[in-house]
């Protein structure tokens, strides 16, 4: 059997990391257009680096948590018959010891130059006048994938969908294309589907089944249900 993840900021709730559209997410405090965009980094690079400056500092003090560390041993357990995709940037799962994660939407401990497009890690506290350690240009950024660029890996991404037989989305609320349209992709294949998530999000019932519930519950709960 081929499995296939997608997990959102819900995963990594319960570490203490915000998610982005609940109750006190980071999009209620936050302009997405100013921080999240290269329309936005352009007009004002200084707070598109202090708003991931932070994002950073917040991932780098938090800790893995039950979710992520029974992902990480289903994947130990799966290896090439898991794929692990994540929107997420932090990086719990691999802190919890998962390896091969997709992260379609970047890495907060990854820089890249928009001159020559070295990618290289991410200083803790970046800023526009940072030089690029390949060209010595300061045109370094986070390497976010921000609304309007194209996500990454998806080519593998839709290869791994094309064979899985199972596809779940743990913690992520289906409002943000392409991640949201992975079930789909998943079911035109004649995969199974499994929403995992606090409630119904809005694109459960594109789903076969769901299990409501904190992820540092559900999730384990149901990696033991599959490998004991
Ligand atoms: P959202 O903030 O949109 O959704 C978080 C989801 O997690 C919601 O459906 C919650 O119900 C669920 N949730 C919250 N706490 C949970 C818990 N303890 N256990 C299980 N589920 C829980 O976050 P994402 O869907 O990840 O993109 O957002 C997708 C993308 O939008 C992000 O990658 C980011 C954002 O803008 C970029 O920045 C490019």
Known sequence: MHITVLSGAGLSAESGLGTFRDKDG????????????PEGFAADPEKVHSFYNARRK?????????????LARLKTVFGQRLTLVTQNVDSLLEAAG???????????DRAKCTS??????ALRVMSPQDPCPNCSSPTTRP????????????????????????????????????????????????????????????????????????ATEVVPNWVQELIG
């Not at 980071?26 to 965009?37: P, R």
């Not at 998962?98 to 907060?108: E, K, P, T, W």
């Not at 020559?116 to 890690?121: L, N």
Request: glycine content about 8%; hydrophobic content about 45%.
């Open 58 to 70: 917040n991932a780098a003090d938090a800790a893995f948590n039950a979710a992520h560390e029974a």
């Open 143 to 214: 390497d976010i994938v921000w609304f309007g660029e194209y996500p990454e890996h998806m080519g593998e991404i839709e290869q791994a969908l094309s064979r899985c037989d199972l596809f779940v989305a743990i913690g992520t609320s289906g409002q943000v294309y392409p991640a949201a349209g992975l079930v789909d992709l998943a079911r035109e294949s004649g995969a199974q589907t499994l929403e995992i998530n606090l409630e119904a999000s809005d694109i459960s019932h594109r789903f076969h089944d769901a299990r409501y519930g904190p």
């Open 116 to 121: 020559c497009g070295h990618r290289f890690p």
């Open 98 to 108: 998962a390896r091969d994660v997709l992260h379609m939407h970047g890495a907060l």
């Open 26 to 37: 980071l999009w209620t405090k936050y302009d997405l257009a100013e921080v999240a965009t």
